[in-house]
């Protein structure tokens, strides 16, 4: 069976975050938060988190503070940044076969004997039909019904002990559709669309007010096997302090180069331990 070759940097690399999966197993077995761990190393609770998820690399300083507090071999330590460092340089390029389905095999055979302008046509008649199905096994909401769904179910008043979500079709004024994903949590809403939609945020945002942050996702769409490119919208109750919605961008493991803060106040808090970050990570 013939296959294709994808990239799974970001797989491989948690696969291989030997580094840190160690400091991870160690803080737990010890029954620790990252909070209650950073403040013992005195670095912030950010860099802790980016160790264990293999983003960053911890000094000599911070390993040293580290086989202090947790009386481990230092030496062992070193060893495993350096293993570390090796693999990460081996998983920029490694690949893994990626093997398709005999029956999507055949198709592609098959169409590939079928005369161009013929295939093109054919193409786009099953792109609609399938786009036509999708859109029928999964729910339609008007603007108007949407909005009560939100109140009834979403809204910051309700307090939810679990996170909850809506998900659907918005039917939208120029006589199109537009799929959507909303998720909620105790203290922070978000929304999910395709990247091609994204400027439509300004229809949620007359009932929701501005979000907060916006940032590049995978976004599955009902039915649909592969993960379509997305962009996620998040909005904060308004009783969550600045800090805790610096902790929520960094416990959602987020890439910091996709996020756009929409917020002057949460910007000037991510600049500012964003710097005290730069210092940690430069130390030793």
């Avoid at 909401?141 to 979500?165: C, I, M």
């Avoid at 993960?227 to 493991?253: A, H």
């Avoid at 910007?267 to 970050?277: G, M, S, T, V, Y």
């Amino acid at each position: 069976m013939n296959g294709i070759n994808k990239k799974t940097t970001g797989d491989v690399k948690m696969k291989k975050n030997i580094l840190g999966n160690y400091l991870r197993n160690l803080r737990e077995q010890h029954g620790l938060t990252q909070l209650v761990l950073a403040e013992q190393l005195e670095v912030s609770h950010a860099f802790i988190n980016y160790i264990e998820l293999g983003k960053r690399m911890p000094s000599i300083e911070t390993l040293e503070k580290i086989s202090k507090f947790f009386k481990v071999d230092l030496h062992h330590l070193r060893d495993l940044l350096e293993k570390q460092k090796l693999l990460n340089k081996q998983a920029e390029n490694e690949t893994v076969p990626v093997e398709l389905p005999e029956s999507v095999q055949k198709l592609t055979e098959l169409l590939l004997k079928i005369d161009q302008p013929l295939l093109e046509g054919m193409v786009l008649s099953f792109m609609n039909q399938v786009n036509d199905h999708l859109i029928k096994m999964t729910p339609n909401f008007s603007l108007t019904d949407l909005r009560d769904q939100y109140q009834k179910v979403l809204a910051f008043e309700h307090d939810h002990g679990e996170q909850t979500g809506l998900e659907g079709f918005l039917k939208l004024p120029e006589n199109r559709q537009m799929f959507f994903q909303f998720i909620r949590s105790n203290h922070s809403l978000t929304l999910k669309v395709l990247q091609s939609d994204r400027s439509k945020i300004e229809l949620f945002e007359k009932w929701l007010g501005p979000h907060v942050y916006s940032n590049l996702c995978e976004l599955r769409v009902p039915q649909v096997l592969e993960p379509q490119r997305g962009v996620s919208f998040c909005w904060f109750s308004p009783s969550i302090t600045m800090k805790e919605q610096y902790n929520d961008l960094v416990q959602k493991n987020l890439d910091m180069d996709s996020v756009l803060v929409n917020s002057s106040q949460l910007a000037w808090f991510i600049q500012q331990n964003d710097q005290k970050l730069e210092t940690e990570y430069d130390a030793g």
